[in-house]
């Protein structure tokens, strides 16, 4: 983060991945208005859950002749700083818009903005940098796909209140190594690429339980480890092999322990859709 902007938000530069671990979104037009199913997990419901307001957002600038059914399988733990809702949102509107073909590329891209500041990187996936509120989305080369743990503590993290305790901004360059990335070179991992992230140490400092679980994380062997976003969840990497059984035995009880890779644009663009109708 460079500065706070005159809407209220931050300027950001920010580093976005897709990675293969994933929520499940299945749509059925049928009858009418908008009926969410939460089958698996936990999510909100109704118009708290950006996949209603993504469906919402589409039919309010393109009327259906007909309602929608969502089914979500919840996977993506919520407030872990993953877009979890922000991916699922823009996923709707990329199946709808496969399906019933009213929108261009900009206009979809406006709909995604509106939702959420990252909800237009998941239109893009892959690899991308953000900048302004995040949702200015700049494209880069594919990286090698790498192994990444993803590990989520039994607590949650207020996005804005994490922003309002914000005191030191970036003064520093991009690291070197998104630099050769943005000038098209390549790099040889994920791992490279984590950079700083400037909540981090608001976030821990705030909440010590984050900072044992961080600890712990390098305690256990792992060659990098970085806050995802505000948090709560935190992504990390291991140049020898470990398991979950392991890892879960060194953090704190509920913690979640998912071990995924990153994905390129196309793995992470062309998923299998289907819509029912």
Known sequence: MIGRRDDGYHELRTLFQSIALHDVVELELTGEGID??????????????????????YFERFPPSEGLRVELTKRIPLGGGLGGGSSNAATVLRLLDAHLGRASGGELWEIARGLGADVPFFLVGGTALGFGRG?????????????VWIITPPITVSTAEAFARLRNLTAKPL???????????????AAALTGHNDLEAEVLGWVPLLGEARDSLFDAGASAVRLSGSGASFFAFFDTNTSSRDLEARLPEGTMVARSRTLGRVDSTSCEFSLGD
């Open 135 to 147: 949702d200015e989305v700049v494209p880069l080369p594919d990286i090698p796909a790498t192994e």
């Open 175 to 189: 690291p070197s190594s998104i630099v050769a990335l943005v000038q098209g070179g390549s790099v040889p991992s």
């Open 36 to 57: 969410l199913e939460v089958v698996e997990g936990e999510a909100p419901a109704g118009v708290d859950n950006l996949v209603v307001r993504a469906a919402d957002a």
